[in-house]
């Protein structure tokens, strides 16, 4: 069975004012213990990480923080002893990302919001203490199979290739700020049951109403991309074109290339990523394009 792992990111719903001093507050205590521990290692390179603790312990922040901050200063000592004569010694930053281990948060559904539980300042963890986060559709389709450890086969997110999933292990979490929001990732890990490799195939047309259209012969289901949206870029770009060249504005005219040609590779891009996805599901390993690549910069 082959391992996989997914991290989900989920933004705070709106957390109080005293809610974000208190998370920024354990932020700065995080990065103080990862940059003290990183002093002490300095000092003497060998420290067992019960001695390591107790330094840090008049650090106000639940044992479980410190433990991770410990363990995250070690990784980063170690990795600057490996490449000594090229790096400068370490430090963390003041906006950190606070960690926590997979033993050491939550999640839990509360008059249908999901909410998750992490160790604060505050003290033991309760369930008043839990915060709400944001959810959309595809977080929620990982976090209801994390949880109960069975997926819904009726979800747009579910995939053939589910079928036969190991039961889900959690992984790390950590809680930081981005732009004035505050955000919860964690991760958690899966094994997927090997598919026996086939020659079955899908075939990719191209044309001008629907771009390109995927089909699988074998069950008659087939992914469509229409025109529409290429040809308004087509005929956009076309007018820029002729009205810069009226202008003679040779250096505009690069930079409008530059630009279309741009948006054509990341709509390549899109429909290319889709149809792969589309061949996994159909349980295909080659992919027929009967023509040449799917759009074109010119007409």
């Given at each position: ?29 995080f ?53 000594a ?8 930053r ?31 963890l ?59 990732a964690?991760t ?21 109403r ?15 991309f ?68 799917f ?5």
């Open positions: 069975m082959s391992q996989n792992t997914i991290t989900i990111k989920l933004p705070l719903y709106r957390p109080t004012l005293v809610k974000q001093d208190m998370y920024r507050t354990m932020r700065s205590h990065s103080q213990a990862s940059n003290q521990a990183l002093q002490y290692l300095q000092e003497v390179p060998v420290r067992k990480a019960t001695e390591l603790d107790r330094l840090l312990r008049s650090i106000p922040l639940p044992s479980t923080l410190l433990q991770e901050a410990r363990k995250l200063a070690v990784s980063r000592y170690q990795d600057w002893r490996k490449h004569n090229t790096k400068g010694f370490p430090s963390f003041a906006n950190i990302s606070i960690l926590f281990d997979n033993q050491n948060w939550r999640l839990r559904f509360d008059q249908g919001h999901l909410k998750i539980g992490i160790p604060t300042i505050e003290g033991h309760t369930i008043d203490k839990y915060v709400p986060v944001s959810v959309n559709d595809y977080a929620l389709f990982w976090v209801n199979y994390l949880l109960t450890g069975e997926m819904d086969p009726n979800s747009k997110h579910y995939k053939p290739s589910y079928e036969g999933i190991s039961k889900p292990k959690k992984g790390n979490a950590q809680l930081f700020e981005r732009k004035g929001k505050w955000y919860f964690f958690f890990s899966f094994k997927l049951r090997e598919t026996r490799k086939t020659n079955k195939a899908i075939g990719v047309d191209r044309g001008l629907l771009i390109a259209v995927a089909a699988d012969a074998d069950t008659g289901n087939y992914l469509t229409n025109g529409k949206r290429i040809g308004h870029i087509r005929r956009r770009y076309a007018r820029l074109r002729r009205e810069i060249q009226q202008a003679k504005n040779m250096k505009a005219l690069k930079r409008l290339a530059h630009k279309e040609r741009r948006m054509m590779q990341y709509w390549n891009h899109v429909m290319a990523k889709n149809i792969v996805q589309f061949a996994r599901a159909s349980g295909a390993s080659i992919i027929m394009c009967k023509r040449l690549p759009v074109s910069l010119r007409s």
